[in-house]
């Protein structure tokens, strides 16, 4: 390729020696883009134009794809950081978005619950001489449960005020400061025992476990010790060995004994002296039973 000093007008005809437009002498001038030969070769031989027309001819088809590569590089490298950083923030989202549901789950779903109030078992069995079984197996898990250092039970004189009437969790969790609330119901079809039970979350009112139990009432006691053990493990609350074996002592093993020390107590509550010698004949029983 040539180039004009004056007019700076390249020519790639080698055979030419002067400048067409000033008649300059022509030097040497800087190598051809990748490609270019064969571009002048092919555009000579289709056009079949001598000197001039054939070179300008050369130019005008050059520049072209040279303007498109330039324009084309210049959306690429413009494109390439908004699209990154686009990806960058949908990832951002996603990872927020991911901490703030897991954040809602644990702290709502499996929160740490230290407290509980165990509400009176509510007697389904259509028989009032039923009421000291029900009051006695809610007697019998407030005093299991209290026995725990990690866990705050609230007392029977708290809860049994609720008994008869319809309350909802998040209103007795907010009235008695718990956060867990314990219900039960109980039906008894002669021998036959049927437990419900629902431990519920006070503030979100979600039930955290839910248990039915069908036995013969002859396995009162071990049925409690279950509940007792559920409860505990539903509430992740952690016993050390010594609760461990509190947890594991009985009143009694004697199933009609055991009954008879539930009598006991149920009519023991009560205010009249009538009911006061009837706890003391029902505690004389089970002793009897089970010396």
């Known amino acids: 390729m040539k180039r004009c000093p004056e007019c700076r007008r390249d020519y790639f005809d080698d055979s030419l020696l002067y400048c067409l437009d000033d008649g300059a002498s022509l ?4 190598g051809s883009l990748p490609g270019l030969e064969d571009s002048q070769t092919a555009i000579l031989h289709e056009t079949d134009a001598p000197g001039e027309a054939a070179t ?30 686009s990806l960058i923030v949908a990832g951002l989202v996603l990872v927020l978005g991911g901490v703030f549901l897991g954040y809602r789950y644990f702290t709502t779903s499996t929160r740490q619950i230290s407290s509980i109030a165990v509400m009176p078992f509510v007697n389904d069995s259509g028989n009032a001489d039923n009421d000291y079984l029900t009051d006695g197996m809610t007697d ?30 998040k209103t007795v969790g907010q009235e008695l400061n718990a956060q867990a609330v314990l219900n039960g ?30 036995r013969k009432q002859s396995d009162l006691a071990a049925i409690q010790s279950e509940i007792t ?57 089970a002793i009897d039973l089970d010396p």
């Open 27 to 30: 030097l040497e001038g800087p």
């Open 140 to 169: 019998t898990l407030i005093s299991s449960l209290s026995q725990l250092q990690n866990l705050t039970v609230k007392a029977r004189s708290a809860v049994f005020r609720y008994k008869g009437k319809a309350a909802d969790p």
């Open 56 to 85: 300008k001819a050369f130019l005008h088809t050059t520049d072209v794809p040279v303007e498109r590569a330039r324009a084309k590089g210049s959306q690429t490298s413009g494109g390439t950081p908004w699209l990154r950083l």
């Open 229 to 285: 053990r559920e409860v505990l493990a539903k509430l992740s609350t952690k016993l050390s060995g010594t609760e461990e074996q509190k947890l594991d002592r009985t009143a009694t093993t004697n199933p009609d004994a055991y009954r008879s020390l539930l009598q006991g107590r149920y009519f023991l509550d009560r205010t009249t002296k009538e009911d006061a010698e009837k706890a003391i004949g029902y505690f004389q029983q």
């Open 185 to 214: 119901h109980v039906v008894q079809r002669g021998d036959q025992l049927t437990v419900n039970l629902e431990l519920i979350d006070a503030q979100t009112e979600n039930v955290i476990w839910a248990g039915k139990y069908d």
